[in-house]
């Protein structure tokens, strides 16, 4: 596929993404909490924020320029679809919150905390059920799976593993997420593979026939 027609899959992807997420965000009450004890002993580590703020970056990149195959960039849109979708209705029907930790005020100079100050003006801590960084991270780690370049590399397979799971912690570190929230995520990716990869294989099965 020309790398303009995948680019413009995914910008599309990103703005849809974007405009649900921010407008559920604006409308929903705080309803729900899925804080565990668990939960309370994750310890709040702001330098996470870096790797938190690799996801769009990385999804850009990945699915326009290493995934060669026109077959695995469609699992990965519609999955990623799919997943929007799903996330979405969770989202209105489970409004959850997470409570914000204060940060103390001998730490305010520091950038990593300045960048989790910035993320939490656009990014309230209301829908986090499931976790959209951990759906989104899992999606993308399993459809590469299918690409040519994590075939040929044990290496490169290993470092997207690294990052996914990464992702996920970092999700708990910054205290965005629950740890439901994070488990829920990974299944919601999981399924919405499946899904898409049957839906992807039809329609291309059916067009190689006509």
């Keep these: 596929m020309a790398l303009g027609t995948k680019a413009r899959y995914i910008f599309a992807w990103f703005v849809v993404t974007s405009v649900l997420y921010f407008s559920v965000q604006a409308i929903v009450t705080h309803s729900y909490s899925f804080l565990t004890p668990f939960d309370g002993m994750i310890p709040f580590i702001p330098e996470f924020v870096w790797l938190y703020h690799t996801l769009i970056p990385v999804i850009i990149g990945t699915t326009i320029f290493s995934?060669?195959?026109?077959?695995?960039f469609f699992n990965t849109t519609s999955a990623l679809t799919i997943s929007m979708a799903v996330l979405t209705v969770f989202h209105l029907s489970f409004p959850s919150y997470y409570p914000r930790q204060e940060i103390e005020p001998s730490t305010l100079f520091s950038a990593s905390i300045?960048?989790?100050?910035?993320?939490?003006?656009?990014?309230?801590?209301?829908?986090?059920?499931?976790?959209?960084?951990?759906?989104?991270?899992?999606?993308?780690?399993?459809?590469?799976?299918?690409?040519?370049?994590?075939?040929?590399?044990?290496?490169?397979?290993?470092?997207?593993l690294l990052w996914t799971v990464g992702i996920s912690l970092s999700t708990l570190f910054l205290?965005?997420?629950?740890?439901?929230?994070?488990?829920?995520?990974?299944?919601?990716?999981?399924?919405?593979?499946?899904?898409?990869?049957?839906?992807?294989?039809?329609?291309?099965?059916?067009?190689?026939?006509s």
């Design 67 to 72: 995934m060669q195959k026109r077959r695995v």
């Design 114 to 160: 300045w960048f989790v100050e910035l993320t939490r003006e656009f990014d309230a801590a209301c829908n986090t059920f499931p976790s959209g960084h951990v759906t989104f991270s899992w999606i993308l780690y399993f459809c590469m799976l299918d690409s040519e370049c994590v075939k040929k590399s044990k290496s490169f397979r290993n470092t997207y």
């Design 175 to 209: 205290k965005q997420h629950y740890v439901f929230d994070v488990i829920a995520g990974i299944i919601i990716a999981y399924l919405s593979v499946i899904i898409g990869k049957n839906f992807v294989n039809r329609y291309l099965n059916n067009e190689a026939n």
